[in-house]
């Protein structure tokens, strides 16, 4: 069996122990700077205080000063589980790190903006390293809905692992492949990773119809607001599919587990739901994050603060049509403009 090792102690890539444990494969987990408590506690315990749950026996505790050592000369598969604002930290510590090529496989969602386009992560991290030392990695990427807690209690769950290494991906649909962790293989590396990080940022539209719920005057059936939802979720999917297409992806990414399954796990429950939610009632981003949401890693905000700038300059140049993109256009202004979230409902039906 393989030795991998995990750069990124947080709670998917932690989760990612499971089935690779189950497997036979040697774990090693090694934290970021921001890691230090989990992996005291991984050593001490093995219990990991976030997923709360006991990691299994074999998986190995490293701290970011010993990434080296857990890397070693033996890995055989590396798999980067770091926040997308930590990809530029990450791809230093591989850069000051390796001395051959590592396999890699990526479970960071996210979106590097260049001038008129988005680019795949995982381009940009094969990119850096080789310009800086001269390595080609081979790299791959896993999108679909996968909630890390559910994962490290081993219920079932649907991923999608893509790489223009077609064979380097199916060798790892194989590896990771067990009773009930379950990889497709995908060619759309674009359309994949676009939804990939997109979903968080829809997530946050969507999550808004349940915070306007509890500013809206209480009814005698004391109905829901589940049929606004609905609208924002099917709009999110439009405009998901608007997206993709422009950047060379397939559809069939966007309705499939990389869109629609992972938009659906992500409104269930998580940070960028939450932040729709206090948007829903009525606060700003900045009034999130500095009161309810104070210290939280909020990935869909940060993804659309950070791509603003590429996006509106590919509606201004034709590249994207803007009327296609009401909803993305309300939440980048939302975020950006630190203003209320207008969800724009007679633009959703004028496309």
Known sequence: MSTVT??????????????LSDRGHAVRLAGTHLDAEIIDSVKATGRHPKLNVKLPDGVTGYQHDAFAKALGS??????LGIS?????????RLCETLKAPVPVVMITKGMH???????????????????????????????GPCIAGELAVRRQTGTVITSHDLPFAQSLCDMLECEYYHPRLSPDVIGVEICAAFKNFFAIGVGWAAGRLEKMAATENRAFNHNAAAIIFDQAIRELMVLVRAHGGAEASVWGMPGAGDLYVT???????RLGNNLGRGLTYSQTKDGPMKGDTIEGAELGVTVA?????????GALDARSLPLTTA?????????ALD???AAFHRM
């Open 6 to 19: 995990i750069l990124g102690a947080g709670v998917m890539g932690s989760a990612m122990c499971m089935p």
């Open 74 to 79: 033996d890995t055989d598969l590396l798999i």
């Open 84 to 92: 997308s604002a930590g990809v530029n930290w990450a791809i230093d």
């Open 113 to 143: 903006p260049e001038e008129q386009r988005l680019a795949a992560l995982p381009g940009r991290v094969a990119a850096e390293v080789k310009r800086r030392t001269g390595i080609g990695l081979r790299i791959a990427a896993i999108g």
């Open 267 to 273: 409104a269930q429950a998580g940070r960028n739901s």
């Open 309 to 317: 700038k590429t996006l509106r300059a590919m509606m201004a140049a």
């Open 331 to 339: 939440i980048l202004d939302a975020l950006t403009h630190d203003t």
């Open 343 to 345: 969800i724009p409902w």
